[in-house]
């Protein structure tokens, strides 16, 4: 089983704004990265590090931290924002690379 | 920009091997990590492992003892076998870049860019 949870499903109205939350204990020590998947296609790094955004994916995504739990902002979510999103860091040892068990985000 | 291709055959018998492999292009495969991904049919991701351009490896706990991963410089690939596979090992398996950072507030690792995955289906 992972060591990263999250909640399976969020849903937010269109022009919200949404968390999904990712708890471990190595986020204690490690920033989490984040990654979005839709149907059918490979999952795209949305935030890294501290807060910290690849070219390309828009301002509305942004990411924060405190204690055990990683968090991913969506501000003002649009339809194309509907889709798994992944979180990732290292297991408890600080060894090994894990997933977070994903969470489906609708947007309504 | 760098671009990542996984290939390799789409079924494997139980009990054998599948093997795949990694083309990198647009970049060099020197000076970074390289990590296998995988993914069964409706289900979540999981790291099977990294490594780096200079060899050294790094596996998931839970398929150490059936992974092996390595690396080909002179054609920028790197590679992955995993052996006496089963239907569990069903799955899209994809190859990505792992890149590491350090800073004082911790340590961070992320994956990109990522290939486009291939689906690996273990039957007889």
């Known amino acids: 089983s992972s060591e990263l949870t999250q909640d399976p499903a969020v849903s937010v109205a269109l022009g919200q704004t949404v968390r999904i939350t990712c708890q471990g204990d190595s986020l204690r020590s490690y920033y989490a990265s984040w990654y979005q998947q839709k149907p059918g296609q490979a999952p795209v790094l949305v935030i890294y590090?501290?807060?910290n955004r690849p070219s390309g994916i828009p301002d509305r995504f942004s990411g924060s931290s405190s204690g055990n739990t990683a968090s991913l902002t969506i501000t003002g979510a649009q339809a194309e924002d509907e889709a798994d999103y992944y979180c990732n860091s290292r297991d408890s040892s600080g060894n090994h690379r894990v997933f977070g068990t994903g969470t489906k985000v609708t947007v309504l | 920009q760098v671009q990542l291709q996984e290939s390799g055959p789409g079924l494997v018998k139980p009990s054998e091997t599948l093997s795949l492999t990694c083309t990198v292009s647009g970049g060099s495969i020197s000076s970074y990590y390289w990590s296998w991904i995988r993914q069964p049919p409706g289900k979540g991701l999981e790291w099977i492992g990294y490594?780096?351009?200079?060899?050294?490896?790094n596996y998931n706990p839970s398929l150490k003892s059936r992974v092996t991963i390595s690396v080909d410089t002179s054609k920028n690939q790197f590679s992955l076998k995993l052996s006496s596979v089963t239907a569990a090992d069903t799955a899209v398996y994809y190859c990505?870049?792992?890149?590491?950072?350090?800073?004082?507030?911790?340590?961070?690792?992320?994956?990109?860019?990522w290939g486009q995955g291939t689906l690996v289906t273990v039957s007889s």
């Open positions: 990505a870049r792992d890149q590491e950072g350090y800073t004082r507030g911790g340590g961070s690792n992320w994956f990109d860019p």
């Open positions: 590090g501290k807060n």
């Open positions: 490594i780096y351009y200079s060899g050294s490896t």
